[in-house]
């Protein structure tokens, strides 16, 4: 018989506290919640308040509930309230030292049975129980933010920790609707680990200017589905709490360069920058705590015709190739109203690319997306070639033939001699750098990679990819190309994997790593990732779906090109691939696809 919880205590109101006992008090259990001083008190309640009301105002909590969860709910300053309460979770800040006194202080005032829990996300659960005098009653029970949203709970076990406190835990986990993993103690455990080398790398890209902070949380989740972006999470987290637990995984998990914290995360915690809770981080929020975004300095002005100052008139557009992507594009843009040039290498190829096209406006209508008239209109808007010739006198050319380097550059020397002067010339690219098709005509200012994701018609993003010959123009005119086609933009310059693969494909690889240390499971993986930060799919999941050729080229990529060691393959996802297990294509990858 699992142990009852009939009142626990936690201890820190801040970002995390006010929502586990939120969740406690929900789930009818009463809880004693303590702060250090007074007015942290009456933040921490003002925190508890402000999310039931939401809750309430948005219908997800009837007001009598709300009341009743209220009432469950003692606030005390001082831990000595603590005395007889079945458990105690601690969510003060992320410091060892100051866990480890806390520890000890409640090893003194709790009932010998109490179980002592920490909410800790990078910091050694081992390390915190050997301040008490009951390691083997100190568990880590790790929630996710907000905590009466995720579903996740991490169960962080110790080599102490007794079976039957793991095993009440997990059962109270369940009681309060969550789902648990149980894991060893590890710097980050699982969603942590592998979330915060990409939250560290996309505030590198925010530092280093490389795209600005609404097109990289545009990026990554209109491309990979994501409920948010990395900097508004990072907001969300806490740029303290972030900045101590990337200090701890750093130090704890083998120095690994990607969890070195950005620079400009402690300026920004030196300067009082927290992110949601003070007001201010890589956004402004209404007031301190609020969810709400308000525009600031740097907010984009508004788009519409602001933003096709200075963009060059397109009316008329080639796309050069004959395969998915081409195809897909031929659509977006035949829908969005362009005069369409098709320039495929033969007549048969064009036929199929045409009944591609044909079929996918089919399927529109057939969806009610779409009227006879207008699909009829789109496809009268496009002419089908196989010659380059045609291509004279358009105004924009997207590319997307092979992906290989010599194929494009001679294609571009090619549209160089046919094109008109003042044609933008674009690359669908995913991984080429776009200056080496630039070099290959004389007009580099001309030339930028717009990539688009699969499928085209349906993905809402395209990146944007700006060289260091790019012209301001050339990067306005495929701005407002983007916005005419319905398309989010995101400008980026010129690296390997742009925004999205760059950010993507080392958290892949980081999960294969974890499997390929027994840490996990793949299940536990891709729940701990869908479940504990919303992700549409886990990484297994999404590997599985992209291929693993595919996933293991554009790793080995990006880790040639930025001899980053922490992005060297995983050598589980290379042998996978030379065994030939290369995800759902091939029935075999992560999983076996073929027993359904
Ligand atoms: N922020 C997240 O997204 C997140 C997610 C999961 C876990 N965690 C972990 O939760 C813990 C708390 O993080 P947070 O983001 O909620 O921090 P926070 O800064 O928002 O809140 C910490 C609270 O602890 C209080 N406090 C400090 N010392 C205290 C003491 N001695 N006694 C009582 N209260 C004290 C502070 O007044 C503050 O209200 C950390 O261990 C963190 O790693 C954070």
Redesign the pocket.
Known sequence: MAREFTSVGV???????AGIVEVFARNGIDVVA???SAG?LE??RANLTGSTDRAVARGKLAEADRDALLSRVDFQVGLDALHSVDLVIE????HLD?KQR?FAELDRICRPETILAT????LSVTEISVATGRPNQVIGI????PAPVMKLVEVVRTVVTSAEVVADVEALCARLGKVDVTINDRAGFIANALLFGYLNHAVAMYESHYATREDIDAAMKLGCGLPMGPLALMD???L??AYE?LDTMYRRGGRDRRHAPVPLLKQMVTAGLLGR?SGRGFYTYERPGSPKVVPDERTPTAAGPALADGARAIAKVGVVGSGTMATGIIEVFAKAGYEVVSVTRGAEKSAKVCEAVKTSLNKGVVRGKLSEPDRDAALGRVTWSATLDHLADVDLVVEAVIEELSVKKALFASLDEICKPGVVLATTTSSLPVIDVAMATHRPADVVGLHFFNPAPVMPLVEIVRTIRTSEETTVTARAVCAALGKTGVVCADRSGFVVNALLFPYLNDAVRMLEASYSTADDIDHAMKLGCGYPMGPFELLDVVGLDVSLAIQRELYLELREPGFAPAPLLEHLVTAGYLGRKTGRGFRDHTRR
């Open positions: 201890v820190g109101l801040g970002t995390m506290g303590v702060e250090i942290a933040r921490g969510a003060v800040p992320e100051l806390l909410n800790t996300s990078s790790h929630f996710f933010n969300l987290i806490g303290d709490t637990i809770k």
